[in-house]
T-cell receptor
Framework: AQRVTQPEKLLSVFKGAPVELKCNYS??????LFWYVQYSRQRLQLLLR??SRESIKGFTADLNKGETSFHLKKPFAQEEDSAMYYC????????????FGKGTKLTVNP | KAGVTQTPRYLIKTRGQQVTLSCSPI?????VSWYQQTPGQGLQFLFE???????NKGNFPGRFSGRQFSNSRSEMNVSTLELGDSALYLC????????????FGEGSRLTVL
């Protein structure tokens, strides 16, 4: 069964501190992994996807197939990074079926 | 471009009733998918439509159904509502199947009393 686990429901850091949001997945094939973000009073939106290997808003995420992880990292957190973050997995190419983790609420304190 | 539009935004129904939710994708987007979001289960995939055909279905009972029209607009229907159907129903569109990025609407919040 496909499963995405985000072990931390809440994560609080201070501005300027490094932040890492954890994501572990369970899937035997080659998954596509995504991070979606929802800022306060905004829609859920794509932050980044592993195949693009981009850095978006200073965030990066590396797919580690050995550890089945896709942790999201940022070296220096900003207050505007406060949001709900969801890790998601797509197991079927050409499909829009995503399996989401339950999310981590990140709060960046001034 | 206008974003994904969902109507109604809020609705209250009683057990046993049925409900129809509507989704207008971003202009030019041909794929529409639906998700249910609850505090307990999080975001769960309901179904996916492309070219007026259901391409994928999540693990939900047959009371949940949907369709897509030739203009890519989509509707989902829940019949014989149960208390547990109370949730935020999110619609997402993408340019094409498997395009990667889903664009989400604001959702329709359904309360079943």
């Amino acid at each position: 069964a496909q499963r995405v686990t985000q072990p931390e429901k809440l994560l609080s850091v201070f501005k300027g501190a490094p932040v890492e949001l954890k994501c572990n997945y369970s899937y035997s094939g080659s998954p596509e992994l995504f991070w979606y973000v929802q800022y306060s009073r905004q829609r859920l939106q794509l932050l980044l996807r592993h195949i693009s290997r981009e850095s978006i808003k200073g965030f990066t995420a590396d797919l580690n197939k050995g550890e089945t992880s896709f942790h999201l990292k940022k070296p220096f957190a900003q207050e505007e990074d406060s949001a709900m973050y969801y890790c998601a997995l797509r197991s079927q190419g050409g499909s829009e079926k995503l399996v989401f983790g339950k999310g981590t609420k990140l709060t960046v304190n001034p | 471009k206008a974003g994904v539009t969902q109507t109604p935004r809020y609705l209250i129904k009683t057990r046993g009733q049925q409900v129809t939710l509507s989704c207008s994708p971003i202009s030019g987007h041909r794929s529409v998918s639906w998700y249910q979001q609850t505090p307990g289960q999080g975001l769960q995939f309901l179904f996916e439509y492309f070219s007026e055909t259901q391409r994928n279905k999540g693990n939900f009972p047959g009371r949940f159904s949907g369709r897509q029209f030739s203009n890519s607009r989509s509707e989902m229907n829940v019949s014989t509502l149960e208390l547990g159907d109370s949730a935020l129903y999110l619609c997402a569109s993408s340019l094409d199947r498997g395009a990667g990025e889903l664009f989400f609407g604001e959702g329709s919040r359904l309360t079943v009393l």
